[in-house]
């Protein structure tokens, strides 16, 4: 049990929330700008500030992790899951600025549909972080989080194969290509984080 590791520095559990936090702000950025292409630029920024937010602190946890004797578990667990968190705020702060680098105006159904999917992935994620010392809820909330994986999945194949339908500009499939593939890596990262909180949470059950 976590509760026999003592002493151990519980400011980790902190930081962890607060890296999830913001991955579910720029989730919820994301979902604005492909709602409102006319303050893309004003959602872009908001994203990239976010995503700095989030740099810091898994910077402040690498930091720590150096500096502490005794860690609530395992360092290279605790290393992976603050860098795996990360890369999907990384991922949305990517999406963000393709979608100013190529120019979208106007935004396709299937990015709304994922950027919502890719929310409620962040959110579960955050529960799971939240109960990281609770494997039933982590579990759970990581088997919901694969879930919606697979629905993004569906939308993705779907979307792209309509793509290739023909009639289309190659610009614009090149453009909704990228930025389909870029939303559909976020959801396959937070799946990621959902088996490394699933390791952590069974390890020191």
Not at 52 to 72: G, Q, Y
Not at 96 to 103: D, I, L, Q, T
Request: one cysteine or more; proline letters at 3%.
């Amino acid at each position: 049990m976590f509760s026999k590791l003592i002493p151990r520095d519980e400011k980790f559990f902190d930081l962890f929330d607060e890296i999830a936090i913001r991955l579910v702000r720029a989730a919820k950025l994301q979902t604005q700008l492909f709602s409102e292409p006319q303050r893309m630029v004003e959602h872009v920024t908001a994203i990239k500030a976010v995503e700095h937010e989030a740099d810091v602190l898994t910077h402040n946890v690498i930091t720590r992790l150096n500096k502490s004797f005794v860690t609530p578990f395992d360092r290279e667990d605790i290393h992976e899951l603050a860098s795996r968190l990360d890369d999907v705020v990384d991922l949305i702060d990517g999406t963000a600025r393709r979608a100013v680098m190529f120019r979208i105006t106007t935004v396709r159904e299937p990015a709304r549909s994922l950027a919502g999917v890719i929310v409620r992935a962040a959110d579960a994620l955050e529960k799971a972080v939240v109960a990281i010392k609770k494997p039933k809820i982590v579990i759970e909330r990581g088997q919901e989080v694969k879930a919606l994986e697979e629905e993004g999945d569906a939308i993705y194949h779907e979307a792209v194969g309509k793509l290739f339908d023909g009639g289309e500009d190659p610009i614009e499939v090149m453009r909704w290509k990228e930025l389909y593939d870029t939303l559909e890596r976020t959801l396959d990262q937070c799946e990621d984080v959902a088996n490394v909180l699933e390791s952590i949470a069974l390890k020191n059950a």
